[in-house]
Structure formats: C-alpha cells, structure tokens
C-alpha cells in the first residue's frame, strides 16, 4: 500500500557536524511533503515542507531536498546543536478538503556533546 | 496565543473500561485532528473534524472509538471498552483552513495505557 518511510531508526551526530536524515515515499501522486521534529514528551513540530513541483527548499539551518524519479526525501540539517536531539519524521499531507497527514516510523537523532 | 492542549496527560485503565480524552484546539481553527501511535507503529491518522462535522473518518479503527466535536470548538474520543491494543500516544491537531494546505499544530498528546 502507500506509505512514506524511512531508511535507518536511530543516527548519531558530533555537535557541530551537518545531519542528514533520509525517507522514501511509494506514492508517485503525493503533492505536498512535511518534516516533523518530535521532541520528548511533545507532540509533532513542523519543520520545513516542500511542494511536489519544487526540489529543495531551505529554511534555517534546515534543506529538504526531494528526488521525485526516486521518490526520496531528506533533511539536512547544518551545524547540529544539541536541542536537535529529537525524533524526525518525514510525511505527507493530503490537499483539498483532505488533509490527513500520513506519517512515517521515524529516525531518531542523538547529538554527541 | 495558546497551542493545542490535551487532557489528561497519561490515562491508565483497565481492559473493559471507557476513557474519554479531550482535545482543545487553537482558537479560530475550524480543522481539528487526532492521530494515535500505538507501540513500534507509526502516528497514524483517525479522523478529521471540520467544525463539528466529520470531514474524514476512515482512520478509525472500529467502533470502539467514538469522536464528538459538539459546537465546533473542543473535541473528545471515547473509547469504550478500551482492549490492549488500544495503548497508545492519542495526538490532537488543529489547522486553520482547509483549500490549499495549512500546518498542522499538534498536542502534547495523551498517553493511554491498558492493563
């Protein structure tokens, strides 16, 4: 069925180094696509979202990059801080009068001081 | 301004019983959603309000769970009688508008254990 998932569960950074953290999607016909940073005991933090008609879009400190004949995604993320340490999500959000957001499993980053 | 709030933070129950969770979204926000991630799994989508009409309910997993949204503004899930395998992180979210697409502000969610 359709899904949107990731590559690797759990990546380990040296503070200060760049982070990339990656995310297939099966659904060709997906339009929009979202970060989300889950922090401890919080909910969903949007990041940064892309538009199926662009390929990277940057904000600060933050690129996602899409790869639409391969169908992947990625989040870099620059310079790496220590209140990066959280669970990230990539997803996809449906448009018009439906927007449910369909989430994948998650990639948890851990910071090294 | 305030963000999504949830209530109560962590639910324990035992198998058989009901609880009810309670969503409040951001004020003005006429879209109101709630996910769940049961243990292992991914957050996965229940249902969507937009008002007090359900725009959305093919997440719901059966009908155990039972969602209102009366006057359009906060929202509870019932779930009676609650098994297992409905332990789990409930999330709320809320959104302005509904055409194009709008950012979706979540809860701290409700963690609900069954025992």
């Known amino acids: 069925g359709e899904s949107v998932g990731l590559h690797l569960p759990t990546l380990s950074v040296q503070e200060g180094d760049n982070s990339i953290i990656n995310c297939a999607y099966s659904?060709?016909?997906?339009?929009?696509f979202i970060w989300y940073k889950q922090e401890s005991g919080k909910g969903p933090q949007f990041i940064i979202d892309?538009?199926?008609?662009?390929d990277k879009r940057q904000g600060q400190r933050v690129t996602v990059l899409l790869n639409k004949t391969v169908k992947h995604l990625s989040l870099q993320i620059a310079a790496t801080q220590p209140g990066d340490s959280a669970v990230y999500f990539c997803a996809e959000q449906d448009s018009g009068g439906y927007q449910k957001v369909t989430f994948g499993t998650g990639t948890k980053l851990q910071v090294i001081p | 301004e305030a963000g999504v709030t949830q209530f109560p933070s962590h639910s324990v129950i035992e198998k058989g019983q009901t609880v009810t969770l309670r969503c409040d979204p951001i004020s003005g926000h006429d879209n109101l959603y709630w996910y769940r991630r049961v243990m292992g799994k991914e957050i996965k989508f229940l249902l969507h309000?937009?008002?007090?009409?359900?725009?959305?309910e093919s997440g719901m997993p059966n009908n155990r769970f039972l969602a209102e949204r009366t006057g359009g503004t906060y929202s509870t899930l019932k779930v009676q009688p609650a098994e297992l395998e409905d332990s789990g992180v409930y999330f709320c979210?809320?959104?302005?508008?509904?055409?194009?697409?709008?950012?979706?502000?979540f809860g701290p969610g409700t963690r609900l254990t069954v025992t």
């Open positions: 979210a809320s959104s302005l508008g509904v055409e194009g697409f709008y950012e979706q502000y």
């Open positions: 659904n060709s016909a997906s339009d929009y």
């Open positions: 892309i538009r199926s008609n662009m």
């Open positions: 309000f937009v008002k007090e009409s359900k725009q959305d």
